[in-house]
T-cell receptor, first 113, second 114 residues
Framework: DAKTTQPPSMDCAEGRAANLPCNHSTISGNEYVYWYRQIHSQGPQYIIHGLKNNETNEMASLIITEDRKSSTLILPHATLRDTAVYYCIVRSDRGSTLGRLYFGRGTQLTVWP | DTEVTQTPKHLVMGMTNKKSLKCEQHMGHRAMYWYKQKAKKPPELMFVYSYEKLSINESVPSRFSPECPNSSLLNLHLHALQPEDSALYLC?????????????FGNGTRLTVT
C-alpha cells in the first residue's frame, strides 16, 4: 500500500479554515485517498474520500493535486468540536490488500477559541 | 451516535476468563471488520469478514476468535488473554470490501485484562 506522510500536529483558530496536508507520493492509479478523524475515546469517523477529482460534502472538502501525489483536507470553518486526530489513508484493492484500510499516525488538530 | 453498535462499552476480565465482544449494524453492509487500538496509537486491522466469511486474518493470536453469525452481527470471542491485550476494540462495516466503500466505525469496547 502507498504510505502517507502527515504533520504530527497543527493548530487552528476557531472560525478559520483548517487545511490539513497529506503526502502520498507512491499512490497508484486505482488507489483512493480517504480521510477519517478520531475524537478522544470514540471510534474513527469517516469524513470524505476521492480518487482524482476534488470532492466536497457537508463536513469538508478534499483537494487532490493533479499528479495525485498529495492532498489537502479543508474544514472551512473550524469549531472546537473539530479538535481530533485526522488520518489520511490510501486504500488499495490490489491482491492481498483487498479490504484492508491501514491507518498511519495522523495529525492532531487542535482548534483554539 | 454511530450506526455500528458495540457492546459492552467497557469490559474488565481476568486472564482465565472467557468473554465476547459484540457488534451490530443494520445498514445492509456485507463487510465487517475488527480493529485493535492501543493508547496513543492508530487502529490496527485484525480481521475482515466479507459476506459472512472470514477473508482476512492479520496473523492474530488464536486467543482471539471472530465469528459472524449473520450479515448484521459480528462477535469477537476472547479466551486466555494477556494484560498486553488491553486496548480499545473497534468494529466497522462497509457495503463491500472495495476501495470505494467507506468503513463506518462503532465507538468500541474498552477492554482491560487483569
Amino acid at each position: 500500500d502507498a504510505k502517507t506522510t502527515q504533520p504530527p500536529s497543527m493548530d487552528c483558530a476557531e472560525g478559520r479554515a483548517a487545511n490539513l496536508p497529506c503526502n502520498h507520493s507512491t499512490i497508484s492509479g486505482n488507489e483512493y485517498v480517504y480521510w477519517y478523524r478520531q475524537i478522544h475515546s470514540q471510534g474513527p469517523q469517516y469524513i470524505i474520500h476521492g480518487l482524482k477529482n476534488n470532492e466536497t460534502n457537508e463536513m469538508a472538502s478534499l483537494i487532490i493535486t493533479e499528479d495525485r501525489k498529495s492532498s489537502t483536507l479543508i474544514l472551512p470553518h473550524a469549531t472546537l468540536r473539530d479538535t481530533a486526530v485526522y488520518y489520511c489513508i490510501v486504500r488499495s484493492d490490489r491482491g492481498s490488500t483487498l479490504g484492508r484500510l491501514y491507518f498511519g499516525r495522523g495529525t492532531q488538530l487542535t482548534v483554539w477559541p | 451516535d454511530t450506526e455500528v453498535t458495540q457492546t459492552p462499552k467497557h469490559l474488565v476480565m481476568g486472564m482465565t476468563n472467557k468473554k465476547s465482544l459484540k457488534c451490530e449494524q443494520h445498514m445492509g453492509h456485507r463487510a465487517m471488520y475488527w480493529y485493535k487500538q492501543k493508547a496513543k496509537k492508530p487502529p490496527e486491522l485484525m480481521f475482515v469478514y466479507s459476506y459472512e466469511k472470514l477473508s482476512i486474518n492479520e496473523s492474530v493470536p488464536s486467543r482471539f476468535s471472530p465469528e459472524c453469525p449473520n450479515s448484521s452481527l459480528l462477535n469477537l470471542h476472547l479466551h486466555a488473554l494477556q494484560p498486553e491485550d488491553s486496548a480499545l476494540y473497534l468494529c466497522a462495516s462497509s457495503s463491500r470490501t472495495g476501495t470505494g466503500s467507506p468503513l463506518h466505525f462503532g465507538n468500541g469496547t474498552r477492554l482491560t485484562v487483569t
